[in-house]
């Protein structure tokens, strides 16, 4: 005959684990690792302007340039036609690098607000990428950890209408032979070297000015 105690007993070692212990674990990026991951993606005796081991066009190293006239210092422009952003400096100058941008209609001009930076992020895909390709994304539903291999490479600037997070990003990419080209799912690429010298410079306030790519400017014209 079984007592009221053997089926407390019982129950209770159906249903001791905590919820909280069976749901996924959340993605992380170890900081004590942060280091070690920017030299590993870092070229042997790096010059921003000459070093070049990804075979890039000599046109998407980092370069300063003259800006246009009456452009905020500070702020991001993306030219999508011409796959450059520039970021705009005190005194007319401005740094200019290659990226890519999203395929097809992924890709959504627009004015943001950087309301958030971070060092080898961790990455989730949207409900809409796994959806859209889930041979690509079903597998990292949960969630990816900070990382070399990680979609958001080792810089991710956050991009928001208002207090609105748009799921857009300026990111580094462990596919910089994607540069120059349209690539990915709605995000600005630059290779990950490129954006680590970026990073320290760009403010979180900052506006990012994304402007329309080339068949959209073809449909205009």
């Given at each position: ?92 100058t401005?740094m ?8 097809g ?40 950890n ?61 506006t ?14």
């Amino acid at each position: 005959m079984l007592t009221r105690r053997h089926f407390i007993v019982s129950t209770s070692a159906l249903f001791s684990a905590p919820i909280a212990d069976m749901a996924s674990a959340a993605p992380t990026s170890n900081r004590s690792n942060w280091a070690k991951w920017d030299a590993q993606i870092t070229p042997a005796n790096y010059d921003p302007a000459t070093s070049n081991p990804w075979g890039l066009a000599p046109r998407f190293l980092p370069q300063r340039v003259e800006a246009n006239p009456g452009l905020r210092p500070g702020d991001i422009h993306v030219d999508a036609v011409a796959r450059y952003l520039y970021h705009i400096e005190n005194g007319g100058t401005a740094m200019r690098y290659g990226v890519a941008i999203a395929r097809g209609n992924l890709y959504e001009p627009g004015v943001y607000t950087i309301r958030r930076k971070a060092k080898w992020p961790t990455w989730t895909p949207t409900q809409a990428m796994i959806k859209r390709d889930p041979h690509l994304y079903e597998q990292h539903a949960d969630g990816m950890n900070g990382g070399p291999s990680n979609p958001l490479g080792s810089r991710a600037f956050y991009l928001y209408e208002g207090n609105r997070d748009t799921y857009l990003r300026i990111h580094g990419s462990p596919n910089p032979r994607s540069i120059g080209g349209r690539a990915s799912s709605g995000c600005v690429r630059m290779v990950m070297v490129h954006i680590n010298g970026l990073y320290e410079q760009v403010s979180t306030g900052s506006t990012a000015h994304l402007y329309p790519p080339e068949n959209t400017v073809t449909a205009r014209s």
